[in-house]
């Protein structure tokens, strides 16, 4: 069988066939067990009406991942530190997910508890990083074929806020049916295509993210049967951020994942503005997209204008980066 068909197409067929597998088993599970989403009273009132709405469906999303990877561990094992950071952040976000539903609150781990999970896992991907894969702190500077080498405690640093910063950013996309699935299919396009020029052996885990983000899809776009929650949101992140650290790219972020990025600081500039002026907004409410849908726009149209936006992202991304200029 063609190599580049077992590592770059196959892995898309195989999650996806994996996911749309587990979910009809999954939902219905999780549905008994009352594992549903509990929205915020103080959010859009059509929100009310998902209350009760399967979550963690991120979990098929992961075995998805997980699962068809174990089969490229020896004859990619480049996959590795990426696999590490995408199961990983999963987990984290499935104990979160795990808190909510049994306590029947929109909150789960507090914040100590969540940043030192994240600071664990993130110091085992960047051990792993120098030991075992033996590479430098480098970071290449978009449009240009140039490259900076930093101390190695500025880049661990620097690494520790690109992985919290995306991870927060992609868990804050997660506000709408199918909103950061559909997004997230656009930029895992795009790393196949740049994984396969510049790093080749990567590409399998943007093809089994893409794959099962597609059969999620199929359950999760408007209105959604079940929602990722952070166990799929946060895997996500932890994905995004792994893929463009291992490519010495993770400046690339802020191109393909401005979306995620506009998220987070829709949130900071509302908290805050609300703070310093005694209780005014900026926005309707944040996140951003929220702001949107109380100004009329269905959620649709907002994952088709957030989509359509990343697609013209990637491109401008592909030409800031060596493989494309």
């Known amino acids: 069988m063609n190599l ?45 009406a998902k209350t009760g709405t399967p979550t963690m469906g991120g979990i098929a999303i992961l075995l998805g991942i997980l699962i068809p990877a174990l089969f490229y561990l020896r004859t990619c094992p480049e996959i590795i530190p ?5 199961i990983g952040f999963g987990v984290i976000g499935f104990i ?45 500077i978009p449009f240009t074929d140039m490259c900076f080498t930093m ?19 992609t868990n804050l996309t997660d506000g709408l049916d199918g909103l950061v699935s559909s997004v997230t299919v656009v930029v895992a396009i795009f790393f196949m295509i740049v994984t396969r020029i510049a790093a080749p052996g990567i590409e399998p885990m943007s093809g089994l993210l893409l794959g099962g983000l597609l059969g999620f899809l199929l359950f999760n776009s408007h209105p959604a049967k079940v929602f990722m929650g952070d166990t799929g949101s946060l895997a996500i992140g932890g994905w995004l951020s ?15 994942g401005l979306i995620y990025l506009v998220e987070s600081i829709s949130v900071l500039l509302q908290v805050g503005y609300f703070k310093i002026s005694h209780g005014k907004r900026i926005f309707r409410m944040a ?16 994952d088709t204008a957030f989509t359509i936006i ?15 200029i």
């Open 82 to 86: 990426v696999l590490i950071m995408t």
């Open 242 to 256: 792994s893929v463009c650290i291992m490519l010495y790219d993770p400046l690339l972020i802020i191109l393909v």
């Open 287 to 302: 996140p951003i997209h929220h702001h949107f849908e109380l100004g009329g726009m269905s959620e649709t149209q907002i």
């Open 96 to 140: 979160d997910d795990f808190i909510k539903v049994v306590k029947k609150r929109s909150d789960g781990l507090n914040v100590i508890q969540k940043l030192a999970c994240q600071f664990v896992l993130t110091g085992g991907f960047l051990f792993y990083y120098f030991l075992i894969e033996k590479k430098e702190a480098i970071v290449h």
């Open 4 to 48: 580049d068909f077992v590592r770059e197409v196959l892995p898309i067929f195989l999650s996806f066939s994996v996911v749309v597998i587990v979910l009809p088993f999954l939902i219905p599970m999780l549905r008994r067990l009352k594992f549903g989403q509990t929205e915020r009273e103080d959010g859009p009132q059509s929100h009310l």
């Open 151 to 169: 101390p190695v405690w500025l880049f661990c640093i620097f690494v520790f806020f690109v992985v919290l910063g995306t991870v927060n950013g």
């Open 310 to 324: 990343t697609m013209l992202m990637c491109i401008i991304a592909f030409f800031s980066h060596p493989a494309g």
